[in-house]
């Protein structure tokens, strides 16, 4: 009797996996699942290894790097060729416009650039990255910050930092300058708004309110302007924030 329970027991565990994809939603069941495949199987067998060798032989001024926020990994997951995979090591590399991947926490010295054709989105921490693959001549392509801020309205950040070679004493060196473009998809439709004007353009009712925020928050606008304009687009849209 105890026999025939535990084989209706492997049969009955057999059947859950083999339906895997149709009994969980995309919830934390599936990122468990996703998990436990990625253990049992081993992270060497994920499609997105294939990827080349990510190096850096940066020697900079201060503290800064060519990454987003810090030269370190986060945890994060992705969305690659149409499968989501969580739990993984990465950082985003905006200079070269690289997400990179860690496969192994033990050989932290091994870092991969993912196929960016391949990647859809990925999420590091709180923030989601897309891959906007087809926008207006005048956009930069590759990977955006995505931020709902209201109704049919989406605000993208394309952050990227432009290379200075500098000598310091008798050292070659480099710095980093960031800059980030601001692209508002309104109605369907792309505007690039990195100033004041463009924004009033598109809420041209909205243009006391609009120089009210500027007036308001000069300090947040020259210390951290992706969450300035964040904020200014929900506050427009009246989106909580």
């Known amino acids: 009797m105890r026999k025939l329970q535990k084989e209706l027991f492997f049969i009955i ?22 998990n436990w495949f ?7 067998s994920l499609p997105f ?10 020697k900079t001024i201060k503290d800064q790097n060519r990454y987003y926020i810090a030269d370190e990994f986060k945890n994060g997951a992705i969305n690659y060729q149409g499968q989501d995979y969580f739990n ?5 590399d905006i200079f070269n416009d690289e997400l990179v991947l860690r496969p192994y926490i033990e050989t932290s010295y ?14 590091i921490g709180n923030e989601k990255f ?12 590759g990977y955006y910050e995505e931020t709902v801020t209201g109704n049919n309205t989406v605000l993208y950040i394309k952050y990227y930092k432009e290379k200075k070679n500098i000598i310091k004493d008798n050292f070659f060196l480099i710095e980093y300058v960031q800059h980030n ?32 925020f500027f007036f308001m928050n ?21 989106f909580n924030f």
């Open 88 to 92: 993984l090591d990465l950082k985003y």
């Open 110 to 123: 091994l870092q991969i650039n993912l196929l960016k054709e391949k990647v859809d989105f990925f999420k």
């Open 181 to 212: 473009d601001f692209a508002l998809l309104k109605d369907n439709t792309f505007t690039l708004i990195n100033d004041k004007k463009e924004i009033i353009k598109l809420y041209p009712d909205q243009k006391r309110k609009i120089n009210d």
């Open 38 to 44: 990625d253990k049992h199987l081993g992270k060497e």
């Open 218 to 238: 000069k300090d947040l606008r020259k210390n951290s302007p992706g969450l300035f304009m964040k904020n200014l687009i929900k506050h427009i849209n009246n």
């Open 13 to 34: 565990l057999f059947g859950l996996f083999l339906n895997i994809s149709q009994v969980f939603s995309q919830n934390n069941n599936d990122i468990f699942t996703y």
């Open 130 to 141: 897309v891959n906007l693959k087809q926008l207006p001549a005048n956009f930069k392509s």
């Open 49 to 58: 290894n294939n990827g080349t060798g990510h190096l850096n032989f940066d």
